[in-house]
């Protein structure tokens, strides 16, 4: 099985759950950022998982990205923005693959980094695009937890993103 797990991340929280699922999954699983994810790798997968992190209680919009650059001072390091946005990355999808049935052969799954407070996420947004563009989600969306606002993960949160790889992987055999 070939899986890409794609992220936009600021502050290396995402990326690093990102490399963890892909460990999860296995073998033929690659973690890429929205900049290394070309419209021929995600083509060319069986298994799309895509993440973000919550940035005011949603997936982040470009205008909010561009605030962060407007604020550096704010932040303990500067934010990396070298990569497209998940929006921007969603909005140029290909569209899943039909079988021979003529359905949509690829599937997803979203996931997120987040407060654990948050009243809102990243995920809805995520599946709805994915979903429109043909990839069907085998599981529910994953939250991850940072312990400050622009992290640390939480203890343990990597160990469980590598289980809900796994669990991706089996869901996909």
């Known amino acids: 099985m070939k899986a890409v797990v794609v992220y936009e991340s600021h502050?290396?929280?995402?990326?690093?759950?990102a490399h963890a699922v892909a460990e999860g999954i296995g073998p033929g699983a690659q973690a890429l950022s929205t900049a290394q994810a070309s419209a021929a790798v995600?083509?060319?997968?069986?298994?799309?998982?895509?993440?973000a992190p919550v940035l005011g209680f949603s997936l982040p919009t470009d205008s909010m990205l561009k605030g962060l650059t407007a604020n550096p001072g704010g932040h303990p390091t500067p934010p990396d923005l070298s990569h497209p946005s998940m929006r921007t990355?969603?909005?140029?999808?290909?569209r899943g693959i039909a079988g021979s049935t003529g359905r949509p052969t690829a599937r997803s799954a979203a996931f997120e980094t987040r407060i654990s407070w948050s009243?809102?996420?990243?995920?809805?947004?995520?599946?709805?695009?994915?979903?429109?563009?043909g990839y069907r989600p085998i599981a529910k969306a994953a939250r991850f937890i940072v312990s400050g606002k622009?992290?640390?993960?939480?203890a343990g949160?990597?160990?469980?993103?590598?289980?809900?790889?796994?669990?991706?992987?089996?869901?996909?055999r």
């Open 119 to 133: 009243p809102g996420g990243a995920t809805t947004t995520i599946e709805r695009e994915l979903d429109s563009a």
């Open 11 to 17: 502050w290396g929280n995402t990326a690093a759950v």
């Open 42 to 51: 995600v083509s060319a997968a069986d298994l799309i998982v895509a993440g």
């Open 150 to 154: 622009y992290g640390p993960l939480r």
């Open 89 to 94: 990355w969603l909005d140029a999808l290909p």
């Open 157 to 172: 949160e990597l160990e469980r993103a590598r289980l809900w790889g796994a669990e991706l992987a089996q869901l996909m």
